[in-house]
T-cell receptor
Framework: EAGVTQFPSHSVIEKGQTVTLRCDPI?????LYWYRRVMGKEIKFLLH????????ESGMPNNRFLAERTGGTYSTLKVQPAELEDSGVYFC??????????FGQGTRLTVV | EDQVTQSPEALRLQEGESSSLNCSYT??????LFWYRQDPGKGPEFLFT???AGEEKEKERLKATLTKKESFLHITAPKPEDSATYLC?????????????FGQGTTLQVKP
């Protein structure tokens, strides 16, 4: 069974540019989460999808971040325009109802 | 406010030297405490879930225990391949989304 896959592994962009991160969850997992780890801090929740619907966006930093989940399958997280403080590692996780979360390898985003 | 604190931040052990990692938590209704292992450049890898005080889980050289205020990850006779960052996370009962609240992690180094 394939795990959670994230693209790209690394991204270096200039301040003001746009970046789109992608997450392919485990097949059959309706729940999809985005998390972020900023350097020196703990991993923090960003948002939660159930199928294609956003259940909780309480962790999204601001309106420069836009997440979508097309047809309840893969998800994208777009940052536009990127700021220096957006640098960090972005993780995606998927679960079945009430079970443990399986994480992808993360996307390391560096904004210069 | 839901919070997770892990200690120590870093731990160096000699191969075979047993020790314990601590995870203290305050949460509004616990719906699970999770231990993950994270290797450099990779996503968190699931180890254990604990749900109620007194519960214990074991896997190879690792044993996780839970009380009403904290969890311990006991490492018995560690080997160099146990070197990693160990993350503790809780799933608050106040949230119906299943999101996780993470601690900052304990980075374990086991020297041969």
């Amino acid at each position: 069974e394939a795990g959670v896959t994230q693209f790209p592994s690394h991204s270096v962009i200039e301040k003001g540019q746009t970046v789109t991160l992608r997450c392919d969850p485990i097949s059959g997992h309706d729940n999809l989460y985005w998390y972020r780890r900023v350097m020196g801090k703990e991993i923090k929740f960003l948002l939660h999808f159930v199928k294609e619907s956003k259940q909780d966006e309480s962790g999204m930093p601001n309106n420069r971040f836009l997440a979508e989940r097309t047809g309840g399958t893969y998800s994208t997280l777009k940052v536009q325009p990127a700021e220096l403080e957006d640098s960090g590692v972005y993780f995606c996780a998927s679960t079945k109802v009430g079970t443990e979360a399986f994480f992808g390898q993360g996307t390391r985003l560096t904004v210069v | 406010e839901d919070q997770v604190t892990q200690s120590p931040e870093a731990l160096r052990l000699q191969e075979g030297e047993s020790s314990s990692l601590n995870c203290s938590y305050t949460v509004s209704g616990l719906r699970g405490l999770f231990w993950y292992r994270q290797d450099p450049g990779k996503g968190p890898e699931f180890l254990f879930t604990l749900y109620s005080a007194g519960e214990e889980k074991e896997k190879e050289r690792l044993k996780a225990t839970l009380t009403k205020k904290e969890s311990f990850l006991h490492i018995t006779a560690p080997k160099p391949e146990d070197s990693a960052t160990y993350l503790c996370a809780v799933r608050p009962g106040s949230s119906n989304t299943g999101k996780l609240i993470f601690g900052q992690g304990t980075t374990l180094q086991v020297k041969p």
